[in-house]
């Protein structure tokens, strides 16, 4: 029988559940989760192995109208996503019309290689509203096959998977056969930390910082690892910092016993807050960060 591999993007507005579906998908938790716009800033492949198949999924930041560099960066993940595709997944949930970005949409329309539209969220409504969106999108995108499914109760997903594996090209796989994705381990560590920023800080704070985990150390029983946090001002130090330390200390708890499950051993972190200002405006900061130069 002959193998197949293929790049497979997810592409959609903010909050659609494009990483709640890698996940479900490749099995693994590689995409963090809140409820805020702009959770996923990197474009994360996640990797789902057959025994003749190899599908590279690839988890973009939602589509947005930029109103910074960093914010250009993460379009641009959007705009590679477009471009080296082999299949197209562009996500809505039930009862969303449009997509936030005019030209993003003519590529759906045009696009050289299968779209497949995903109705998420329907256990959120009844018949009736998935049977306007089913019509609404058939009229949108012609072109495009639909699938209504719920990717956080797993509804629909594997026959999704299913399909995507029948219209992979014949392919040698890309990545080796025991492969989950193709971040390195100090990218989870700092997402893993971001999320809890996500989750327990409000406003403006989330979105001024960025993690950088200067050490990350592995023995046979534990991992040590020290990672600092990022902010703009003095002001957002503080907020993070909290009361005698209590905030980061949260964040560094509820980071380490997700990093145990993730790694499967004893985890020992250290968090450290640090001004870098105005950052997500600074091209060298960004590439430093790894917004600049990543590729299929």
Known sequence: MEHKAGFVNIVGNPNVGKSTLMNALV???????????????????GIVNGEDFQMVLSDTPGIIKPAYKLQESMMEFVKNAFEDADCILYMVELGEKELKNEAFEKRLTYAQVPVIVLINKIDKGDEAQLTDALNHWKERLPQAEIFAISALENFGVPQLLNRIVEILPASPAYYPKDALTDKP??????????????IHYKKEIPYAVEIDTEEFFEDEDIIRIRSVIMVERETQKGIIIGHKGTAVKRIGVEARKDLEKFFGKQVHLELYVKVNKNWRSDEKQLKRFGYKGENK
């Not at 381990?185 to 996500?198: C, H, Q, T």
């Open 185 to 198: 381990e100090r990218f989870f560590v700092n997402e893993s930390i971001r999320e809890k920023i996500l």
């Open 27 to 45: 099995g693994e938790r590689l995409s963090i989760i809140t409820s805020k716009a702009q959770t996923t800033r990197h474009r994360i492949l």
